[in-house]
């Protein structure tokens, strides 16, 4: 089944030590999300790819990078992850043609929690 | 900016019918959504309007949108233990299907 995957599910790092998250998609959409849901807050939009333009959010720390080699992964990286950086992070996909969105679903992955130690 | 606001929590008995309430700010969002999340998991859309609709039905859910006051509720019937979860009210912003969120109902479904 089509799908979005993230890997890994449960990521443990050391304060300060760069971790790398990781999506893949393969509906072959054109738009990939990367959202941030601290415990018991509502996700929050970090930044997006249309196709390979980047898109970073206003209050995105600049502690949070992305990547897009291709359609079908994505990922965030956390250069120097401090404890306020522990929280679960959503992967999503849509597709949008000429500009416009095809199709009003936003297809979410399973979400990779992120422990900070 | 932007922002959606939902009450916290709702305690419902099995059977009866829940309704979460939501509120949003951007008048210029296409569609409004309700994502359910639980515990441990990512994200699931339950169900989702146009903006030009007041009201879609689908199986046990009827969602209504009443433009004019920004006000998006979620009525579910017959409410059943596997619908405790926490519920969250979505809106598009800024282009790109992009999202934002509430901070979600919490659902409590008690025998």
């Known amino acids: 089944d089509a799908m979005v995957i993230q890997n890994p599910r449960y990521q443990v790092t050391q304060f300060g030590k760069p971790v790398t998250l990781s999506c893949s998609q393969t509906?072959?959409?054109?738009?990939m999300y990367w959202y941030q849901q601290k415990s018991s807050q509502a996700p929050k939009l970090l930044f997006h790819?249309?196709?390979?333009?980047?898109?970073n959010e206003a209050d995105t720390p600049d502690n949070f990078q992305s990547r897009r080699p291709n359609t079908s992964f994505c990922f965030l990286d956390i250069r120097s992850p401090g404890l306020g950086d522990a929280a679960m992070y959503l992967c999503?996909?849509?597709?949008?043609?000429?500009?416009?969105?095809?199709?009003?679903?936003?297809?979410f992955g399973p979400g990779t929690r992120l422990t900070v130690t | 900016g932007e922002d959606v606001e939902q009450s916290l929590f709702l305690s419902v008995r099995e059977g009866d019918s829940s309704v979460i309430n939501c509120t949003y700010t951007?008048?210029?969002?296409?569609?409004l959504y309700w994502y359910k999340q639980e515990p441990g998991a990512g994200l699931q859309l339950l169900t989702y309007?146009?903006?030009?609709?007041d009201m879609k039905q689908d199986q046990r859910l009827t969602v209504l949108l009443n433009k004019k006051d920004k006000h998006l509720s979620l009525r579910i019937a017959d409410t059943q233990t596997g619908d405790s979860a926490i519920y969250f009210c979505?809106?598009?912003?800024?282009?790109?299907?992009?999202?934002?969120f509430g901070a979600g109902t919490r659902l409590a479904v008690h025998p």
């Open positions: 999503a996909t849509s597709m949008m043609t000429s500009g416009a969105p095809s199709s009003y679903e936003q297809y």
């Open positions: 509906l072959n959409h054109n738009v």
């Open positions: 790819y249309y196709d390979k333009d980047f898109n």
């Open positions: 951007d008048s210029s969002s296409t569609y």
């Open positions: 309007i146009f903006s030009n609709m």
């Open positions: 979505a809106e598009t912003f800024g282009g790109y299907n992009k999202l934002i």
